[in-house]
């Protein structure tokens, strides 16, 4: 509230309030909180034209912490309330935050909804792969076997893959990234918030009291580069160390391959080239795990498509033109009517 | 739009009755719902007062000829005050065998039965449960039965126009129309009117459509008519002067919205997932979007609820609009909106309950969920429509509440009030007073739950506004700030001005007045929502044989009006008769220590007159 309008550019502090952040130490969020101000300084976002709307969970404090509109709402339904938000105001630059839990779990229809009609929100999943304010039960998107206060035998159902979710429900931008990514975090943010649509962002996020190193086995720096791949249109799909190792598509089988380059004759012009326009190629980038395949990271998908709201929106508009003058008073005498002596 | 002069002289010599019921019934395909409202299109015209009610089956398409396939439109329509759609049928029109064996019980000792005895085939009979046709067996020698070969003599009628049988068998209800036309000495211009514009284009069943009425006319004229069917004549009734239409309460509730965004200077947000009997409030605001009206069909009623507060949020007027089950679906939701002090508007059409329940069929059975319904203390205003045309000035009070109160506010109605149509004088938008919203926009101190001295709202302020950037949550929070707050005391503070605050709206609503009858006597009878019309006219009947009863009609449930208390005290007696198992009672006995009494049913339908006036001579008498 006390932030004046202000004379020059806003610094990623700026962004912050005055609020005493109440996570963890050591959460993964701080990290992604710091990501997002960074990004909004660099996108010189007008902090009064901006929401944050949030559910419920650790993830979903994050609307507290920041100096724009924020509006923490109820379990898994923020992407409900952010597309009211836009419906109601297409100005406005509506972000929404929540968890696995929140996001896939109770809220997975709506998180589905908002993605397929094409919102144009910033939807940003903290994925721990855990109840992090529940105090640490399995979540959907929990590796089969977790132990946690209520599966102590370890965890039976199948996770599910939020990117690959997102991707079969028709979501028009599809992007991954990780807590501990500070300079591709607020890159593939601004490409999220640049794409006009539902913007769908998963970030694996480290639980450090419930889910410690679920994410270890691709983010840990001594694997990190053999373990990740980060995709950029265009470019052609290089990995590893000294970028040795590619992803091919094997045309017959039609799947994705690790090659390297020199091995077997395969040469740069072998190596499959990231075109984020390509569903399918997506989606098998977002099916790959570890150990045999890295984990794509960037922009997966992104195709542009017209907006909900707005298509809402040239709806009324059109009906207004058509009417002319809207008079309540007309349409109060629509139809069938009769005078009385 | 179409004007049309008084009721045709009778050249004959007609009965004079003062007003007259009559229920179409057929099959589902059969149109007797366009029949019905051609019907008290014609009688509004006339200048008479009425009241209608349609039945419909659950079932889309329920196979023909069965008894749950049957549909029913009755019309009470009268040379007086009309207060209902009637207990006792003057005349049914059955087209089948099932709708004569499910609607004959209605029908007056020596009422009308007239029957299209074309469809009372074996193979229909059967289907309606029949073991010989009632028709020649004497069965309904109690009544004064008309058997007419409608099937036979619409194909007759419409042999020119070359349709299939099929086809021409689709206008048997205007021929049906034509000769109850005939007995009421009804003109039937504006139906002719009606069918060439539902029709454009499609001369051929225009014109069918038109000569099968025609020829129930004419049949009605010509032909040697049985001395059981009677010709009538009603007389206008004495209604106020001035500019008509019929309305049904979907129709009220929804130009009531729309006014009421209008009189706060608001754009509407209506977010719904469709139910019946609450689809066609979605139904009807879809079509206003030259208004503005963004209306939103989401993925589930929590979704609807959700999407309805974050436009609020937005600094639009958010409602929501569902039946019982979808409601229930809304609560957590609309316990977010009291927590966070955001205006929000919910349309309640109640349907029998539990659970999925009776889609189609009426009941009040939604008090308790709408006053107590939600976790944690959650108080909100509760507001109910009381006939078909009375939505609108609810929807509108429900509007000024939640917008100056900064509170959901739900509005109850039910599939009786939704569904039935009345006459309605047509407002002027400016009748009502503006009540347009300020928001905050001053930085100036700003907290953003400090309060208003008056209401103990608190500011409204939009996304977009420079220097006021805040959060707010379902968390509980601190009493000024907003910021996160678990401390008791502060709990303690904020449940108590929530309350206070929704308590509050009791001194900005009338004070209770009684609908009939004096203030203070032997007998209360107490109502809320669409039993208005029943209660009201068993008082007047009551009244009129110099019994000592009044009707009290609450339109605020909650909170109920400041004086109602005081005003109850005033009887012997408080009888409250309710479509449900006694909520109403329920809230009146723990409000006001009285002890009220219940009249209860929930059998799908609307008290009967009768049945309410021998409710009232019991409590008088003993
Ligand atoms: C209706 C409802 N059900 C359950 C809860 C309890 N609850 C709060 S957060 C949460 C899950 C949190 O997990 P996640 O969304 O993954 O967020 P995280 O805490 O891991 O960031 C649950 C079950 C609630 N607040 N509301
Ligand atoms: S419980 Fe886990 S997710 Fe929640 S704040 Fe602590 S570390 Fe973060
Ligand atoms: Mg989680």
């Known amino acids: 509230m006390n932030v004046q309008s202000p004379p020059e550019k806003l610094k990623a502090r700026d962004y912050a309030t005055d609020q005493e952040v109440r996570w963890c130490p050591g959460c993964g969020d701080y990290a992604i909180l710091k990501g997002v101000q960074n990004t909004l300084a660099q996108l010189e976002a007008d902090p009064k034209n901006t929401v944050f709307v949030s559910g419920i969970g650790c993830a979903a404090r994050f609307p507290y912490y920041m100096e724009t509109y924020g509006f923490h709402t109820i379990h898994g339904r923020s992407p409900a309330v952010a597309s009211g938000v836009k419906l109601a105001n297409p100005e406005l630059d509506v972000w929404v935050v929540g968890g696995d839990g929140d996001m896939l779990s109770i809220g997975g229809n709506h998180t589905m909804h908002a993605i397929r009609r094409n919102v144009d929100l910033q939807i940003l999943l903290f994925n721990n792969q855990i109840y992090g304010l529940t105090k640490g039960q399995y979540s959907p998107t929990s590796k089969i076997g977790t132990k946690s206060p209520s599966t102590p035998l370890g965890s039976i159902d199948n996770p599910v893959s939020a990117a690959q979710f997102a991707l079969g429900v028709g979501g028009t931008f599809i992007a991954r990234s990780s807590d501990i990514l500070q300079k591709h975090l607020p890159e593939v943010l601004k490409r999220a918030y640049q794409h006009k649509g539902a913007s769908f962002v998963e970030i694996f996020q480290n639980c450090i009291v419930y889910n410690d190193g679920a994410f270890k086995h691709f983010t840990e720096k001594a694997i990190q580069d053999e373990m990740q791949i980060h995709v950029e249109h265009d470019q052609p799909l290089l990995f590893g160390e000294d970028k040795q190792k590619g992803l091919i598509l094997n045309k017959e089988e039609m799947r994705l391959e690790v090659a390297t380059l020199g091995e077997n004759g395969v040469t740069i012009d072998d190596i499959a080239v990231h075109d984020e326009t390509n569903r399918g190629l997506a989606t098998m980038l977002a099916q790959m795990d570890p150990p045999n395949f890295p984990v794509a990271l960037g922009v997966l998908y992104a195709e542009a498509a017209p907006t909900y709201e707005s298509a809402v929106h040239s709806q009324i508009d059109q009906a207004g033109k058509d009417a002319g003058e809207a008079d309540i008073n007309k349409l109060l005498r629509r139809g069938q009517t009769w005078t009385v002596e | 739009m179409s004007e049309v002069a008084a009721v045709e002289r009778p050249e004959d010599d007609r009965t004079e009755i003062e007003s007259a019921v009559v229920r179409f019934a057929g099959d589902s395909g059969d149109g007797m719902q366009l029949t019905g409202s051609q019907f008290t299109m014609t009688a509004a015209i006339a200048g008479h007062d009425l009241a209608t009610f349609p039945d419909f089956p659950a079932e889309i398409r329920a196979p023909a000829g069965t008894t749950f396939g049957v549909s029913a439109f009755q019309i009470n329509f009268g040379a007086r005050k009309i207060m209902t759609s009637g207990d006792q049928l003057d005349v049914l029109v059955a087209m089948n065998p099932a709708a004569l064996i499910t609607n004959l019980a209605d029908v007056k000792p020596h009422g009308i039965v007239i029957a299209d005895s074309g469809a009372f085939t074996d193979r229909n009979l059967a289907k309606a449960g029949y073991d010989e046709n009632p028709l020649e067996n004497g069965s309904l020698d109690d009544y004064r039965l008309v058997k007419i070969d409608m099937t036979r003599l619409t194909v007759e009628a419409v042999k020119e126009f070359g349709l299939s049988n099929k086809e021409a068998l689709r206008s048997k209800n205007m021929w049906a129309l034509g000769l109850v036309y005939w007995m009421y000495g009804r003109k039937r211009q504006a139906s002719v009117d009606w069918l060439q514009a539902k029709f454009a284009g499609k001369e051929d069943i225009a014109n069918a459509n038109i000569a099968a009425m025609n020829a129930g006319h004419a049949f009605g004229e010509t032909a040697e008519m049985p001395a059981e069917l009677g010709t009538f004549e009603v007389e206008p009734a004495k209604i106020e002067p001035g500019l008509y239409r019929t309305i049904t309460g979907a129709e009220s509730v929804s130009l009531g919205l729309l006014a009421g965004s209008q009189l706060a200077g608001l754009k ?294 400041r004086n109602l208390g005081e005003l109850l005290g005033s009887f012997d007696k408080v009888l409250v008769p309710e479509m449900n198992t006694g909520q109403l009672k329920t809230l009146l006995r723990d409000q006001y220590l009285l002890p009220a009494e219940g009249f209860n049913k929930v059998n799908g339908k609307p008290f009967l007159i009768g049945e309410l006036e021998d409710a009232i001579l019991d409590r008088l008498e003993n």
Request: charged content about 20%; overall charge negative.
């Open chain 2, 268 to 561: 509407i947000s209506f977010c719904s997932y469709p139910i019946t009997p609450a689809s066609s409030l979605l139904h009807q605001l879809a079509r206003m979007k030259e208004f503005g009206v963004v209306t939103f069909q989401a993925e589930d009623e929590i979704a609807a609820a959700a999407a309805a507060i974050g436009a609020s949020y937005a600094g639009s007027l958010g409602i929501t609009s569902s039946s019982g089950p979808g409601i229930a679906l809304k609560m957590e939701a609309i316990g977010l909106a009291i927590a966070t002090e955001l205006p929000l508007v919910i349309v309640n059409s109640q349907r029998a309950g539990p659970s999925t329940g009776m889609p189609t069929k009426t009941e009040q059975s939604d008090l308790y969920q709408a006053v107590y319904g939600r976790n944690g203390d959650a108080p909100m205003p509760v507001i109910s429509v009381s006939t078909p045309s009375d939505g609108y000035e609810v929807a509108i009070e429900a509007v000024r509440i939640a917008t100056k109160y900064m509170t959901p506010v739900m509005v109850l109605t039910d599939g009786y009030i939704t569904n039935a149509s009345e006459p309605w004088l047509i407002p002027e938008s400016g009748d009502n007073d503006p009540f347009e919203v300020q928001f905050r926009t001053d930085p100036e101190n700003f907290q953003p739950f400090m309060r208003d001295d008056d209401t103990l709202a608190r500011p409204w302020v939009k996304p977009g506004t420079p220097d006021l950037m805040h959060r707010i949550g379902g968390i509980e929070r601190s009493y000024d700030s907003g910021h996160i707050s678990y401390d008791p005391e502060n709990h303690q503070k904020m449940t108590d001005v929530r309350a206070a605050k929704v308590l509050g709206v009791a001194n900005d609503i009338p004070e209770q007045e009684c609908s009939v009858g004096e203030a203070g006597g032997k007998l209360a009878v107490v109502g809320w929502g669409s039993t208005y019309g029943p209660i009201n006219r068993a008082v007047s009947n009551m009244r009129d044989e110099g019994l000592d009863v009044s009707h009290i009609h609450l339109r605020y449930i909650w909170p109920l009006p």
